[in-house]
């Protein structure tokens, strides 16, 4: 009796964790930005949803080749809560392309305030681990987590080639920046929308990010002499948990009780 109490109790275990969504998603699909989800900082035109046509809207992050109004440098969107670190870890990922001119720029990832805007090499004000590529060669940097635009920057020419062939949606690249459960972050892309992932950089359990709770940020960079004066896209964004050690081994017990009661 004891025996299948214990086994339904990790059948249950197993059941609820492998069904649980992601903390957060966000698609653009309403066609507007939501103000009880993102908060955004001197808001304007430099910042809108687009209709991508057949019912998909992605964020769009204007420069000036594409009617910003603002020059596209003083402005960024946060979401409203923050996600708290925690469990093993957790991440954002996104898809992201260029669009009118690939050498445009964008800024994003976590963030530790709600505060910053982009002013020219700055990044975001309250990095906490983010990237941006910004400059006419396509320089891939990683802010936060110790490295700064005016300080180390980590270039990565491989990325620089990847988001210079997304040009769409069907082209784009998907960006992960993982936080640890309690320091570091790890950054990751992907060309093959999500199959395969290479790493940038990981400074998991190494680095000096270490905000506990922390909101998911974008911007678009500044577009000094048209060199940077692209538009950069946004869309199927996830935040979601990494499981811990423990709930990993709960879920492979609930899995091994099942197929054991199964044979008996």
């Not at 640890?180 to 992932?197: H, P, Q, R, V």
């Not at 940077?228 to 935040?239: E, N, S």
Request: hydrophobic share 40%; charged share 15%; with cysteine.
């Amino acid at each position: 009796m004891i025996r299948q109490l214990l086994v339904g109790l990790l059948c249950v275990l197993a059941l609820g964790m492998s069904v649980q969504g992601a903390v957060f998603e966000e698609n653009w699909d309403s066609g507007t930005i939501d103000a009880g989800t993102w908060l955004q900082v001197d808001p304007g035109d430099d910042i809108i949803v687009r209709d991508l046509g057949g019912g998909d809207y992605a964020l769009a992050l204007l420069g000036m080749l594409d009617g910003a109004t603002g020059h596209g440098w003083d402005t960024g969107i946060y979401t409203q809560a923050t996600h708290p670190r925690g469990g093993g870890g957790i991440y954002v990922q996104y898809k992201t392309w260029w669009g009118v001119n690939p050498h445009t720029a964008l800024h994003g990832g976590w963030h530790h305030s709600q505060s910053g805007v982009v002013y020219g090499n700055d990044m975001f004000n309250s990095p906490e681990a983010t990237i941006g590529y910004f400059t006419t060669s396509l320089t891939y940097y990683e802010s936060g987590d110790g490295f700064q635009a005016s300080g180390t920057a980590v270039v990565d020419p491989d990325f620089n080639t990847a988001f210079s062939a997304a040009d769409s949606k069907e082209n784009a690249v998907v960006v992960r920046i993982t936080l640890g459960d309690a320091i570091g972050a790890k950054f990751e892309y992907s060309t093959d929308d999500g199959a395969t992932w290479n790493l940038g950089r990981d400074t998991l359990g190494t680095g000096t990010s270490s905000n506990p709770d922390n909101y998911v940020g974008f911007g678009p960079g500044y577009g000094a002499n048209g060199f940077q004066d692209g538009t950069a896209y946004i869309d199927d964004i996830v935040v979601d948990i990494i499981p811990e050690p423990m709930t990993m081994a709960l879920l492979g017990l609930g899995g091994l009780a099942l197929i054991r009661r199964r044979k008996a």
